[in-house]
């Protein structure tokens, strides 16, 4: 089956540490690989998205990804943490030529002072 | 800009009444809307996706006599829960797609918190 995980559920880093969440799918063929943060009482943001070409996408607020076909895999890293970033971060997939996302069960970053 | 309205962002009602959630995207026309359903600590979960004009398509086990979907205009869905029960208790979430083509891009609303007594 189509499926999304995410397998950190919790994660907790010191501020100025780096950051890597792990994505991985199980698709048959390469699907548009996107990821999200939600903030408590705010919507879902975009992140950062791939639908073709660099394998290594830029986001906004210094966020990166890359994309791992081998893997089957799209982690999302940054260099170095902010206190601000504490939210939970979702990966969601589309496979190709749909409109539809599946979502992984999400990963709640802490951030320590 | 893709901002993308949700209303309201907690009800609570009882048990047998309807509900009714509005999801605007304010600065764009979205031919596509989709409504999804996250329960605590899980993933969202789609719920039905909506096109302008047309009847929502809803996923598999999702009932549409009681999640009722409207997307009457380019900037407008509604999700209204019929006849409410405490397992119909969620976190409801709206997103509006931006631009036609298989590469779309979904921008979220902020949710709706619904507490059926």
């Known amino acids: 089956a189509q499926s999304v995980t995410q397998p950190d559920i919790h994660i907790t880093v010191s501020e100025g540490a780096s950051l890597e969440l792990r994505c991985n799918y199980s698709?048959?063929?390469?699907?548009?690989l996107f990821w999200y943060v939600q903030s408590p009482g705010q919507g879902l943001q975009l992140l950062l998205k791939?639908?073709?070409?660099?394998?290594l996408v830029q986001g906004i607020k210094g966020f990166e990804a890359e994309f791992k076909r081998s893997q089957s895999s799209f982690n999302l890293r940054k260099p170095s943490v902010h206190w601000s970033d504490a939210a939970e971060y979702f990966c969601?997939?589309?496979?190709?030529?749909?409109?539809?996302?599946?979502f992984g069960t999400g990963t709640r970053l802490k951030v320590l002072a | 800009g893709a901002v993308v309205s949700q209303h309201p962002s907690w009800v609570i009602c009882k048990s047998g009444t309807s509900v009714k959630i509005e999801c605007r995207s304010l600065?764009?026309?979205?031919?596509?809307m989709f409504w999804y359903r996250q329960f605590p600590k899980q993933s969202l979960m789609l719920m039905a996706t909506?096109?302008?004009?047309?009847?929502?398509?809803?996923e598999q086990g999702v009932e549409k006599d009681k999640f009722l979907i409207n997307h009457a205009s380019l900037t407008l869905s509604t999700l209204t829960v019929t006849s409410a029960h405490p397992e119909d208790s969620s976190f409801y979430i709206c997103?509006?797609?931006?631009?036609?083509?298989?590469?779309?891009?979904?921008?979220f609303g902020a949710g709706t918190r619904l507490s059926v007594l």
């Open positions: 997103s509006a797609s931006k631009g036609g083509g298989a590469k779309n891009i979904q921008y």
């Open positions: 698709y048959g063929a390469t699907p548009y």
């Open positions: 791939y639908f073709s070409g660099d394998t």
């Open positions: 969601a997939v589309a496979p190709s030529g749909t409109y539809k996302y599946i």
């Open positions: 600065d764009f026309q979205a031919t596509t």
């Open positions: 909506s096109n302008e004009g047309s009847k929502a398509t809803y």
